[in-house]
């Protein structure tokens, strides 16, 4: 037991890692608000801070203890202990050894148990200390308060979890097997958000192509029939979705992007690696060849799509020869975005302890080759982009006044000047191209 705590009156929560973090993120502070527990003012300590984290790569848990850590010493010298609460996947990966080694941590949730928050606040505050990494499907999204976010962009977890068993990858222990949400209660929080203020959906999952419903009228759906009665909410500018897997890529999805106007030309495949044997011992379930055939019938559908990718450099085993063939696939596809990263073995994962881990510096000479390949293709993706005329939706106010940042169709950072407001939609032409946005000048409101 731990002394019993005053209630906390304000929170704050750090979201680490992916985009579905951020949505769980604003989930929990959706429930602490309707418990009257207020997000801590700016520069103010809050009651109550929920660690947010991600495990994917790196010294994720190391990172969570030197946070309680802070949390603990900047406690002691306000005199006042917040409540903590440590959350996603670090949680649900190391629940237990985190309530051993950090006795200052009140509260350990998982991903897919968090609805249970206000119940574990309530134990807590007794002196309680309570842990929760069940995984009960689909019940966190039935118990969950309706949305109340406010904002122009907006992110929507439609399937949850990963059944694909990449041989490095932490996912498919840490938010369990796949899972979608019912089409109904997706349309109704799509249409709820769009009532508070959203003008662009991001629809999300770890497999977010791998969704799959029964649409109004009792047919089975994938993520196309979802996004074509998404397409349908007037309000509605912006369908986006993220993460695909090469494998559940269906034909009614490829053919949206020539169907739907509101569905953006932007496209987030990972491929991983550009060999085939890695692929194999990644368990990627698909060769270099099988993904380029993808790409290939996207750009026949919607020839100015922008494609992003994620890349892994120094898998076990990996030779020189074989790290070459990724920087070719990279020539091959021209990706207008992407995100690379050093193989990180993570604790339970089959390549964890496979032969042939690669060296520290090998690791991050690969990295920076392929770095200076992906700089090059996404600059080359900006100059081609100038003189197009397309419409920004701004997110963000710029560095001098009456400056302005959005995003493109095609998901870049657009800078231009007028008067206008975060959330306008406005129409751009594109003047001048950087390695990482461009410039833009006023055409008309769009
Ligand atoms: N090491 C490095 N990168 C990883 N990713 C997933 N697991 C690992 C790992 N163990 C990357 C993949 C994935 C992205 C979200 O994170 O590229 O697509
Ligand atoms: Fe991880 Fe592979 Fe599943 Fe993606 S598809 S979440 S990389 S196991």
Known sequence: MKPAAVPPKTYRVKSFGCQMNVYDGERMAELLGDRGIAPAPEGEDADLVILNTCHIRERAAEKVYSDIGRLVFAGKQAGKQPLIAVAGCVAQ????EIMKRAPAV?????????HRLPEMLDKAVQGKRATDTDMPAIAKFDALPQRKKRGPSAFLT???????????????????AEISRPFPHLVAEAQKLVEAGAKEITLLGQNVNAWSGEDDKGRRTGLAGLIHALARIDGLERIRYTTSHPNDMDDALIAAHGEVDKLMPYLHLPVQAGNDRILKAMN??????????????FRAVRPDIAL?????????????????????????????ACF???????????????????????????L?????????????????????????????????PGQWLGKSPWLQSVWFEGDYAIGDLVEVTLADAGPNSLRGVISAPA
């Open 93 to 96: 990966a190391e629940g237990e």
């Open 106 to 114: 009140s509260i350990v949730v998982g991903p897919q148990a968090y």
């Open 158 to 176: 439609v399937q949850e979890g990963c059944d694909k068993f990449c041989t490095y990858c932490v996912v498919p222990y840490t938010r369990g």
């Open 284 to 297: 990627r379930q698909h060769t270099a060849e099988s993904y380029l055939r993808i790409i290939e019938r």
């Open 308 to 336: 992003s990718g994620d890349f892994i450099v120094g898998f076990p085993g990996e030779t020189e020869a074989e790290f070459e063939d990724t920087l070719r696939i990279v020539d091959e596809v021209r990706y207008a």
């Open 340 to 366: 690379s990263f050093k193989y990180s073995p993570r604790p339970g994962t089959p390549a964890a302890t496979m032969e042939g881990q690669i060296a520290p510096d090998v690791m991050a000479d690969r």
């Open 368 to 400: 920076q080759r392929l770095q200076a390949r992906l700089a090059h293709h996404q600059y080359a993706f900006n100059q081609a982009s100038v003189g197009k005329t397309c419409s920004v939706m701004i997110d963000r106010t710029g560095r001098d």
